[in-house]
């Protein structure tokens, strides 16, 4: 199995803040590596797909980068619903495989 | 718009069954895998199982171990759990999940709200 890891595991940040939350994946998948913002309560969200492809609507502040086994998610200027818990996860093979999570506080 | 309703979830006894049903609409469900994905009280996501668009493929997370069963109905445009031999550890939100393209694997790109199931005696 693929193995993914996020850090930080939490990190915090005002609004305006430039985020970044790198993944690494245990094994090469391409860019098969996809982004989700799961707020306290609700179902995650699709950010990013294909390492750097933006989901439609989603806001152009965040972007993605990375190919291989390394990954990186940036939210260049954060915002008040951006407070969240996001996910990595390989779409390279099965099984499918999350991150830990990356906690994002309020400073 | 896509739509994805979970019901079949709630408390039971270890050792006992639950079948979860997710019905599905606003798209051609035949043309999507389907996953469920479930995330335990204060913890991360974890995938547990998916099946190919028309049925006849299935994958399952490796924590399973046969006490699972996924299974669609095209006609019905329902996904289902089978879920046997339940424990503690099994206790969390179910999400019923649509694969973003239609060959898989593949990123989610939406999800139902969740079913908790709670395992406990």
């Known amino acids: 199995d693929i193995q993914m890891t996020q850090s930080p595991s939490s990190v915090s940040a005002s609004v305006g803040d430039r985020v970044t939350i790198t993944c690494q994946a245990s094994?090469?998948?391409?860019?098969?590596l996809a982004w989700y913002r799961q707020k306290p309560g609700k179902a995650p969200k699709l950010l990013i797909y294909?390492?750097?492809t933006l989901e439609s609507g989603v806001p152009s502040r965040f972007s993605g980068s990375g190919s291989g086994t390394d990954f990186t998610l940036t939210i260049s200027s954060l915002q008040p619903e951006d407070f969240a818990t996001y996910y990595c996860?390989?779409?390279?093979?099965?099984?499918?495989?999350f991150g830990g999570g990356t906690k994002v506080e309020m400073k | 718009e896509v739509q994805l309703l979970e019901s079949g979830g709630g408390s039971v006894q270890p050792g006992g069954s639950l079948r979860l049903s997710c019905a599905a609409s606003?798209?051609?469900?035949?043309?999507?895998?389907m996953s469920w994905v479930r995330q335990g009280p204060g913890k991360g996501l974890e995938w547990v199982s998916v099946v190919s668009g028309g049925g006849d493929r299935t994958y399952y997370g490796d924590s399973l171990k046969g006490r699972f069963t996924i299974s669609r109905d095209n006609s019905k445009n329902t996904l289902y759990l089978q879920m046997n031999s339940l424990r503690p550890e099994d206790t969390a939100v179910y999400y019923c999940a649509k694969g973003r393209i239609a060959v898989e694997p593949a990123a989610i790109d939406y999800w139902g709200q969740g079913t908790q199931v709670t395992v406990s005696s």
């Open positions: 606003g798209f051609t469900f035949s043309n999507y895998a």
């Open positions: 094994q090469r998948i391409s860019s098969w």
């Open positions: 996860q390989q779409a390279n093979s099965f099984p499918l495989t």
């Open positions: 294909a390492a750097s």
